[in-house]
């Protein structure tokens, strides 16, 4: 049964996700492909995306989509569609980024299964180098034209595992089994997103298929922005120096559909906020200040605090489910069930960059928020100051307001020393950042 069902109103044109010469847009319109109406099967349908040429001109399918019921999807899912860059200045050796399948398999036809309308599943075959993501639906017997889908070049892919049923012919009666199911992306590696594009893998069985079936999930890296890190403080006297001010040192941009946004609906974020920022913002901190006026060195001793707070990163993580410090999906149970409903086509997984989390080396600083004693001596004549990284991290929308609560971390591992003395031998003053060894420890009460 082929209908035409679109949205009531056309796509607009938005920046895609650029990976090299692949351009990756959203749509939320379909063409319904078919449906088991008239069988004994549960209710369930297949659909076409089919963005409005005039608002995303040149973008193909990856695969159809399943869906459990005969609703009208148009409106309220939304899947990713693809698109080559001619302009994209990419290595030429690597080939375009899509191609046509070379042939399609047929893996299930519906044969005697009562349906109104005949259906047949396929297998895009694709060409040495790329990799099909999904399948298609014909309400007939043909197989489809070439130019219904796109398969992509294998580095754009990341080897992915089935996930749940989402329809099977069961009690229609048709000669062949068959079922359609999910795909999930493994666990994201550190600056990396993998995410399925709301396609389907099919078998010709009612049963989940075997652990080695080979599914596949786009993947791209974080675009991170590296701005110049603030510079570090110097003493230019023996007095209290002020407060240091904050700079915008990275940002990360998140594609919408990783981000919770608890102010929107998912389908108010695709249509005003497909990307979002998260910004870290770091500054200096004084710890303490201390001037040695005697003739002799002496010992000081500072309490430097931690601003993180558990409670603080939990939160940000249920309003918006970013995990600072740790890969993250969109997990179906927070309360936004709307979100769910709307954007579990797209599965997926991040995980932020250890650089841009300060991660690098352990995440333990992010649960500890004990202060620590920082002891230091100061040499006759001259005064030192100590200071640590702070860093301030902002989710910010499109249009520059901000989602939720900021997130701060201090960096114990950043402590910098910076003194100013008298004592030389031209009596004159002089400002040195020589090294000078404190000692930092966690007895702090």
């Known amino acids: 049964m082929q209908t035409s069902e679109n949205a009531t109103s056309p796509t607009e044109q938005r920046a895609p996700i650029k990976l090299g010469n692949l351009l990756i847009n959203f749509t939320t319109e379909f063409h319904r492909i078919w449906d088991s109406k008239g069988s004994a099967s549960e209710p369930g349908s297949f659909w076409r995306p089919a963005p409005a040429p005039d608002a995303l001109p040149g973008y193909f399918p990856l695969g159809d989509f399943a869906a459990n019921g005969f609703d009208n999807i148009n409106g309220n899912t939304i899947v990713a569609v693809v698109c080559e860059d001619p302009t994209a200045d990419?290595?030429?050796?690597?080939?375009?980024?899509?191609?046509?399948?070379?042939?399609?398999?047929?893996?299930?036809?519906?044969?005697?299964?009562?349906?109104?309308?005949?259906?047949?599943?396929w297998r895009p075959i694709p060409?040495?180098?790329?990799?099909?993501?999904?399948?298609?639906?014909?309400?007939?017997?043909?197989?489809?034209l070439s130019n219904t889908?796109?398969?992509?070049?294998?580095?754009?892919?990341?080897?992915?595992?089935?996930?749940?049923?989402?329809?099977?012919?069961?009690?229609?009666?048709a000669k062949q089994d068959f079922s359609a199911w999910g795909i999930e992306p493994p666990s994201a590696e550190a600056g990396e997103i993998y995410f399925s594009p709301g396609t389907f893998i099919g078998t010709n069985s009612h049963r989940r298929p075997a652990a080695d079936t080979i599914v596949y999930s786009l993947r791209m890296q974080i675009p991170f922005q590296i701005s110049t890190p603030p510079?570090?403080?110097?003493?230019?006297?023996?007095?209290?120096?002020?407060?240091?001010?904050a700079t915008i040192t990275q940002t990360a941009g998140l594609p919408w559909f990783t981000v919770i946004d608890p102010n929107?609906?998912?389908?108010?974020?695709?249509?005003?906020?497909?990307?979002?920022?998260?910004?870290?913002?770091?500054?200096?901190?004084?710890?303490?200040?201390?001037?040695?006026?005697?003739?002799?060195?002496r010992t000081f001793k500072w309490t430097a605090p931690r601003v993180q707070r558990a409670?603080?990163?939990?939160?940000?993580?249920?309003?918006?489910?970013?995990?600072?410090?740790?890969?993250w999906p969109l997990y179906v149970s927070n309360?936004?069930?709307?979100?769910?409903?709307?954007?579990?086509?797209?599965?997926?997984?991040?995980?932020?960059?250890?650089?841009?989390?300060?991660t690098e080396t352990s995440?333990?600083?992010?649960?500890?928020?004990?202060?620590?004693?920082?002891?230091?001596?100061?040499?006759?004549?001259?005064?030192?100051?100590?200071?640590?990284?702070e860093s301030d991290y902002k989710l910010l929308r499109e249009d520059g307001t901000q989602v939720a609560n900021n997130v701060l971390y201090t960096d114990i591992d950043s402590l910098h020393l910076t003194e100013y003395t008298t004592e030389t031998d031209c009596s004159s003053p002089t400002s040195t950042q020589q090294p000078v060894e404190p000692v930092v420890t966690d007895t702090a009460p």
Not at 129 to 137: D, E, I, K, N, P
Not at 365 to 387: D, F, H
């Open 335 to 358: 309360p936004m069930n709307l979100h769910v409903l709307l954007s579990s086509s797209l599965h997926f997984s991040a995980k932020l960059s250890k650089a841009f989390t300060h």
């Open 90 to 121: 990419e290595d030429k050796s690597k080939g375009k980024a899509l191609s046509a399948p070379k042939d399609f398999e047929r893996v299930w036809k519906d044969s005697s299964s009562g349906a109104d309308a005949d259906c047949t599943i």
């Open 127 to 144: 060409p040495t180098g790329y990799v099909a993501l999904g399948m298609v639906c014909s309400n007939g017997r043909d197989k489809p």
């Open 363 to 389: 995440h333990i600083g992010w649960t500890t928020s004990a202060a620590v004693e920082v002891i230091t001596r100061i040499a006759k004549k001259t005064s030192l100051a100590v200071y640590v990284m």
């Open 264 to 297: 929107l609906s998912p389908l108010d974020q695709f249509q005003t906020s497909r990307h979002y920022r998260l910004e870290r913002s770091d500054r200096y901190v004084l710890v303490g200040h201390g001037h040695n006026t005697g003739t002799a060195g």
């Open 231 to 245: 510079a570090p403080p110097a003493l230019s006297g023996h007095e209290l120096p002020g407060t240091e001010l």
């Open 311 to 327: 409670e603080s990163l939990e939160g940000f993580t249920d309003a918006t489910t970013i995990r600072v410090v740790s890969e």
């Open 149 to 173: 889908v796109r398969c992509v070049r294998e580095d754009l892919v990341i080897a992915s595992s089935v996930s749940n049923r989402i329809w099977s012919d069961s009690g229609s009666g």
